[in-house]
């Protein structure tokens, strides 16, 4: 990873771990949107349709994440898991995932757990 998207994985933690009143579901988006900037090497990468479904303990964040690729702005659904796996990407943006892959773990681990995107 370059070093801005571990300063902004490094604030986020930081701030998860504060003890601050701040909602977990909030932090974890946060965190999630911090690791795919990562992923995809663009700290300009900006995100819709986030939801995150599950609990504090085993869900995932899903959503859109939209970035420019040269002359091309690229829009894909992503998913982070919270335990720490992923994060996943969907083919167009570098992810080595195939598609089927990708919606069978989309259908399942977002839209069945009650993603509302």
Same mark, same amino acid.
């Given at each position: 990873?370059?070093?801005?998207?571990?300063?902004?994985?490094?604030?986020?933690?930081?701030?998860?771990?504060?003890?601050?009143?701040?909602?977990?579901?909030?932090?974890?988006?946060?965190?999630?949107?911090?690791?795919? $900037?990562?992923?995809?090497?663009?700290?300009? =990468?900006?995100?819709?349709?986030?939801?995150?479904? @599950?609990? !504090?303990? #085993?869900?995932?964040?899903?959503?859109?994440?939209?970035?420019?690729?040269?002359?091309?702005?690229?829009?894909? $659904?992503?998913?982070?898991?919270?335990?720490? =796996?992923?994060?996943?990407?969907?083919?167009?943006? @570098?992810? !080595?995932? #195939?598609?089927?892959?990708?919606?069978?773990?989309?259908?399942?681990?977002?839209?069945?757990?009650?993603?509302?995107?």
């Amino acid at each position: 990873m370059r070093p801005i998207p571990n300063l902004l994985l490094l604030c986020t933690l930081l701030s998860a771990c504060s003890g601050s009143s701040g909602d977990w579901r909030a932090d974890a988006i946060a965190a999630a949107e911090a690791r795919m $900037r990562g992923l995809i090497n663009n700290p300009a =990468a900006t995100f819709s349709h986030v939801d995150l479904t @599950g609990d !504090s303990v #085993s869900g995932q964040t899903c959503g859109v994440v939209i970035s420019k690729v040269g002359i091309f702005t690229k829009e894909v $659904r992503f998913i982070v898991y919270i335990d720490g =796996a992923g994060p996943y990407v969907e083919p167009g943006l @570098g992810s !080595s995932m #195939s598609q089927a892959d990708f919606d069978w773990a989309w259908k399942n681990d977002c839209v069945n757990e009650g993603y509302k995107g």
